[in-house]
């Protein structure tokens, strides 16, 4: 018939609580030993957790549909959801707050590693080593850089610098006696329309014409010389 101790029952393999709450209070751990592998919650008869061994791993397991995942915790006295995972979105995460990562710790998508970012410890770093990085928006795209310059590199050899020079915007070839180009599409053509050649002190050639406004000068030397349109 069981054991009936005031309002519990303990009957063969179930421990029956009529009213209240039941509280397990030990000196030492409380040890869960499962030979069937899982430990499953339940509220009211309908199962809500599961959690069980799945090889060498841990699987913790919301089997009740679209139902979500949260983590909480107390954020000084406020109930806070630190995170989210949404079972009717195939377990999209969302974060409450920051995402902090160690140095060297990375944000990776894709199985292959294609996209990464990171902070080295003293830069911050996206790496794309497969593929293209593609910058899709829908508004603007704004590049504001306090140390005044915007660096371009290929396989760590710096190209060019795009540079605040005094409030002046620069723009400069930093590969020795490299040309700059200017180019674009001439009627399904790429043309270069013109050419300053760093090897020559950035003598400028142009593709075509050369055309001036009304009574504006080509002026040389000093500009004591000159031709006016």
């Given at each position: 018939a069981g054991v009936v101790v005031d309002n519990i029952t303990i009957d063969?393999?179930?421990?029956?609580?009529?009213?209240?709450?039941?509280?397990?209070?030990?000196?030492?751990?409380?040890?869960?030993?499962?030979?069937?592998?899982?430990?499953?919650?339940?509220?009211?008869?309908?199962?809500?957790?599961?959690?069980?061994?799945?090889?060498?791993?841990?699987?913790?397991?919301?089997?009740?549909?679209d139902g979500d995942i949260l983590f909480q915790g107390n954020d000084g006295g406020?109930?806070?959801?630190?995170?989210?995972?949404?079972?009717?979105?195939?377990?999209?995460?969302?974060?409450?707050?920051?995402?902090?990562?160690?140095d060297n710790g990375r944000i990776v998508f894709g199985a292959g590693a294609d996209l990464a970012i990171y902070s080295d410890g003293t830069n911050g770093r996206i790496e794309a080593p497969n593929g293209d990085l593609v910058v899709d928006l829908a508004g603007d795209i704004i590049l504001d850089v306090d140390g005044g310059d915007v660096i371009i590199k290929d396989g760590g050899t710096e190209?060019?610098?795009?540079?605040?020079?005094?409030?002046?915007?620069?723009?400069?070839?930093?590969?020795?006696?490299?040309?700059?180009?200017?180019?674009?599409?001439?009627?399904?053509?790429?043309?270069?329309?013109?050419t300053l050649d760093m090897e020559f002190a950035g003598a400028a050639t142009f593709n075509s014409d050369v055309i001036l406004g009304n009574a504006k000068a080509i002026l040389f030397g000093d500009g004591s010389a000159r031709i006016i349109g």
């Open positions: 063969g393999q179930e421990i029956d609580v009529s009213s209240g709450d039941f509280l397990l209070d030990v000196a030492g751990d409380i040890h869960l030993d499962a030979d069937g592998d899982n430990i499953k919650l339940f509220f009211s008869g309908t199962q809500y957790l599961d959690i069980y061994k799945s090889g060498n791993n841990i699987a913790l397991f919301q089997p009740i549909s406020s109930v806070v959801a630190a995170l989210s995972l949404d079972m009717s979105e195939a377990g999209t995460a969302t974060f409450n707050h920051d995402i902090k990562l160690s190209i060019a610098h795009l540079s605040n020079s005094n409030s002046d915007f620069k723009i400069e070839s930093k590969v020795s006696n490299k040309s700059m180009l200017f180019r674009g599409n001439d009627g399904g053509s790429g043309i270069t329309a013109l």
